[in-house]
């Protein structure tokens, strides 16, 4: 048997090398085209230029996508019955050779579909599947599935601990790993569903949301390529912690082209804080609030109550509130955004005061005087006391604007949201300059389409001197038209171009970067984790995003710990939805151990939570250690037990998960201790040591989890456990808590 171990395994090497030196061709030769392509320069025409570009970007592309996969490039082989011979080999992506023969296929191809859905009893042509476990380049080992039994006499087997335990007992790195390797059958039937509708991925902790969203994501890329290539795939994450620890995921599996966003940075430019008080937090998620934004920026189109005077060029003029009234009028009616309607209500004011000045010129000149006044409404518009008049009457605004004077300024909170309780306005109210939190990015977002784009006069200038040369530049080429005629080059120029000569050429962007700096862009699909949480208002946002509404939706009810998260999938998605969602769910918990994930199922059926309870694939080697302490002496003893904890994870990654108020004088004292090792917000993955809230957490992973003062984690968020629950269960191994405070009902020994 061992001879055929070794046999084996050396065949498999050998036909391994064979696919990492093809990888390494393309690559070299994928490097020399973007290098002979770079040295072509800015010569030839416009269009030559353009080509240029286009064929560097496709290089970078390809270059970063073949960098990307090198890591664990084939992982499984697929031998099957009938006339199928030749094994097929699957891995990130599909590779032929020279002669396009197909070496490897594509994880996401049809043809690769068996390596995860075949079953004994369900086969599906499968004679063997074979697990490839590669160390660098090499084979460290195979694991074999036999689903024909003929197989089984003549030897064709190899046997280990299983693909799927090794990779469960491996140690975490503070980045998510693919499980493109060992993707089981029920996450392989929802990554592989059709891309049109929203589906809706509910399981309990350790199931694998998570890596069966993104693998969907890079399944829908690859399957539906060209209907999203320009639209784009977003990705959106509960926070900047989170979106770091999957960000190497899609490159991995062979897809960079994709958007991701915590819910704070939805609003492009803005870096949203998270919003403490839970109060306003559900007060700003509420659907209600998108009337309270339209009210205000329908209460900045002011009417005036008297006649006012005002003064161009020496010459006294009245404004009447009829006047501004029509000019309002006439500007709601465009059914243009607020900004762009300004521009109308402008133009008729102005236009009315420059006859009015026509008017009053001519009779002081005489009847008979011909003088051109066409120059009349431009006087009009530059005077001083007009600009003012119109920023009185419609002042332009940005989203951030109105959003922070709405909150700053309790008069117009009134205005704008009557049916608010007095106490709920005072809730509302923040110092002018307050740093936008992520309750604020849906209203942000709400305001700005409504309100429409703020046209910067520097920009505005900009535009006409750019129209001004596009108007040089064609006089130009009419005056040289015959030379280009002759020189065979008419009609290839034009003169946007010519003009663009004396402009600083912008790089050209891909659909997701341009996706990432436009806020209408409309995605062709949108994968939201930890769902559960947003509140009604952040989903506007989403589906506003995706007018299609194609969306992986992926949560746990359970898990609900935000102050407007969802209670049900049904009352989170209905009003956006109606009906028009399915639900799968996700029945195996392959992270946390059984009797971790036991007692975090007893504290939320203690707490009244109704919750799915997936199975765990391994009862684990310890149950919860509960250690008590006092609170005067809280300090040393988490850092006693820590110590414990780092000898039992023996260089695996430990998270320390507190309660936000004792975040940072914890954070403090395990730094002074264990310095650089210690490892805090969205960039200490890297580190052995983490200290974060229990809201940093969701979603993460990690060897051993130092729980510290459970009970307070759930007084933080009115006595819900969802916070609490997602605390117990990001660990792989082992859990231990440190409490001063009574242990919540089900944790008490």
């Not at 958007?259 to 949203?272: E, F, P, Q």
């Not at 005067?632 to 108020?661: F, H, K, W």
């Amino acid at each position: 048997m061992t001879e055929t171990i070794e046999r084996d395994l050396l065949a498999e090497s050998e036909y391994v090398g064979r696919l990492y030196a093809r990888l390494d061709e393309l690559r070299a030769e994928k490097v020399e085209q973007l290098e002979r392509t770079r040295a072509q320069g800015a010569v030839g025409t416009f269009q030559n230029m353009s080509e240029r570009d286009s064929f560097a970007t496709l290089y970078e592309d390809r270059i970063a996508q073949l960098d990307a996969v090198q890591d664990r490039l084939v992982f499984g082989r697929l031998d099957m019955a009938g006339d199928q011979k030749s094994p097929r080999y699957i891995g990130r992506i599909g590779l032929s050779d020279e002669e396009l023969n197909r070496m490897m296929i594509d994880w996401r191809a049809t043809e690769a579909a068996p390596f995860y859905q075949a079953t004994a009893r369900n086969p599906r042509g499968v004679r063997r599947r074979r697990h490839l476990m590669l160390k660098g380049r090499s084979v460290a080992g195979i694991e074999d599935d036999v689903l024909d039994a003929t197989w089984l006499d003549e030897g064709h087997t190899h046997h280990g601990e299983g693909a799927l335990m090794a990779a469960l007992r491996e140690k975490r790195t503070g980045r998510m790993g693919d499980i493109v390797g060992t993707i089981q059958a029920e996450q392989d039937a929802i990554i592989r569903a059709q891309l049109p509708g929203a589906v809706v991925v509910q399981g309990g902790p350790g199931t694998g949301k998570t890596a069966v969203a993104l693998h969907r994501a890079a399944f829908l890329l690859y399957e539906y390529r060209e209907r999203l290539k320009n639209a784009g795939v977003l990705i959106v994450g509960p926070s900047n912690s989170f979106m770091r620890y999957i960000e190497r995921v899609l490159p991995s599996l062979g897809e960079t082209g994709v958007v991701m966003s915590s819910v704070g940075d939805l609003y492009h430019g803005l870096h949203a804080v998270p919003e403490r008080d839970r109060t306003v937090a559900r007060l700003k998620g509420q659907l209600s609030m998108a009337k309270v934004i339209a009210n205000a920026v329908h209460n900045r189109q002011r009417l005036i109550a008297n006649p006012r005077t005002v003064v161009v060029e020496g010459t006294r003029l009245s404004v009447t509130p009829k006047m501004i009234k029509n000019a309002r009028e006439r500007a709601r009616h465009t059914h243009k955004p607020y900004n762009e309607a300004r521009e109308t209500f402008t133009k008729v004011v102005v236009g009315e005061l420059a006859e009015q000045l026509r008017r009053k010129l001519e009779e002081s000149a005489g009847q008979s005087s011909t003088n051109d006044r066409s120059y009349l409404p431009q006087e009009v518009r530059e005077s001083y006391d007009v600009r003012i008049l119109l920023n009185l009457c419609w002042m332009p605004m940005t989203p951030a604007q109105l959003v922070s004077e709405l909150f700053a300024n309790p008069h117009l909170l009134a205005a704008a949201a009557p049916k608010l309780k007095e106490a709920e306005r005072d809730a509302l109210y923040r110092r002018a300059g307050s740093p936008f939190t992520e309750a604020d990015v849906p209203l942000l977002d709400e305001a700005a389409q409504l309100l429409g784009d703020f046209v910067d006069p520097n920009v505005a200038a900009h535009t006409a001197a750019y129209e001004a040369d596009v108007e040089n530049a064609k006089a130009a080429l009419q005056n040289m038209h015959t030379m280009l005629e002759n020189a065979g080059i008419d009609g290839v120029i034009t003169a946007e171009q010519v003009a663009g000569v004396n402009q600083e050429t912008a790089a050209k962007l891909s659909a997701a970067e341009r996706a990432v700096v436009d806020r209408t862009w409309a995605y062709g699909h949108i994968v939201v984790d930890e769902a559960q949480e947003l509140s009604p208002m952040q989903w506007r946002l989403l589906v506003r995003r995706c007018p299609m509404k194609s969306f992986t939706i992926v949560g746990d009810i359970a898990q609900t710990s935000a102050a407007s998260g969802a209670s049900s999938w049904a009352q989170a998605l209905e009003p956006f939805f109606g009906d028009r969602f399915d639900l799968e769910e996700l029945s195996v918990n392959y992270r946390t151990p059984a009797q971790i994930a036991d007692a975090a199922v007893r504290v939320a059926q203690a707490a009244g939570l109704r919750i799915t309870t997936p199975q765990a694939v391994r009862e684990g080697d310890w149950p919860p250690v509960l250690t008590r302490s006092t609170e005067s002496n809280l300090e040393d003893t988490v850092l006693v037990a820590l110590a414990q904890e780092l000898e039992y994870s023996r260089g695996g990654l430990q998270a320390v998960i507190v309660p936000q108020q004792n975040l940072a004088s914890l954070r403090d004292a395990v730094s002074k201790k264990y310095g650089q090792r210690v490892g805090t917000g969205s960039g200490g993955l890297s580190q052995d040591i983490v200290v974060i809230s229990a809201r940093e957490s969701k979603g993460l992973e990690f060897d051993g989890v130092l729980l510290v003062e459970p009970a307070q984690l759930v007084a933080e968020v009115d006595g819900g456990v969802g916070d609490l629950y997602v605390a117990m269960t990001r660990t792989t191994q082992r859990l231990h808590v440190v409490h001063s405070q009574e242990l919540p009902q089900g944790l008490r020994a």
